[in-house]
T-cell receptor, first 117, second 109 residues
């Protein structure tokens, strides 16, 4: 299967600071990248969908000014959590898919665990 | 509202037995169906994909799809303790991927 990486794998930051998370598709061109958040013992929650070169589409209830998504190339998308607060502490997972692959199968990154103090 | 439903469990199965996981979906137009496995604190990993009615086997895993009844299931034969995880069902219809909440599977030695 395809490989998707995320960096960093974990981060601890102070309240009020911004944190950037990178998602890279290593061996294929990702026309679409997805950002999920998962709180403990809960299912994945889709935050936004981004297509290369265009603005991200945010799910209802997700603040686009707080969670900035940039998908500048076919191999890189970034999620910036601005002015992070303790309630933003969560497991953030990206996934990538390509229209050239069968049925838009998604490949997941290893996730980034964010802790806001 | 398009939905994908799974029993949250936990489903407890003795080692060596067959574990059966079920998923129902509401959108009749759904075309692609996936089973992901997620270990605690890790990202989901794809186990099986199935697109047409019937069974699809891959090693100890068998996915079953019945579009008329709108359900998809995953069978795990010869269950191992390492199969203990949460299994997520995901369905694509109209280019939208919809996730079930997952079923927690516990394989007892």
């Amino acid at each position: 299967g395809a490989v998707v990486s995320q960096h960093p794998s974990w981060v601890i930051c102070k309240s009020g600071t911004s944190v950037k998370i990178e998602c890279r598709s290593l061996d294929f061109q990702a026309t679409t990248m997805f950002w999920y958040r998962q709180f403990p013992k809960q299912s994945l929650m889709l935050m936004a969908t981004s297509n290369e070169g265009s603005k991200a589409t945010y799910e209802q209830g997700v603040e686009k000014d707080k969670f900035l998504i940039n998908h500048a190339s076919l191999t890189l998308s970034t999620l910036t959590v601005t002015s992070a607060h303790p309630e933003d502490s969560s497991f953030y997972i990206c996934s990538a898919s390509s229209v050239t692959r069968e049925d838009n199968e998604q490949f997941f990154g290893p996730g980034t665990r964010l802790t806001v103090l | 509202q398009k939905e994908v439903e799974q029993n949250s469990g936990p489903l407890s199965v003795p080692e060596g037995a067959i574990a059966s996981l079920n998923c129902t979906y509401s959108d009749r137009g759904s075309q692609s169906f996936f089973w992901y496995r997620q270990y605690s604190g890790k990202s989901p990993e794809l186990i099986m994909s199935i697109y047409s009615n019937g069974d699809k086997e891959d090693g100890r895993f068998t996915a079953q799809l019945n579009k008329a009844s709108q359900y998809v299931s995953l069978l795990i034969r010869d269950s191992q303790p390492s199969d203990s995880a949460t299994y997520l069902c995901a369905v694509i219809g109209n280019y939208q991927l919809i996730w079930g909440a997952g079923t927690k599977l516990i394989i007892k030695p």
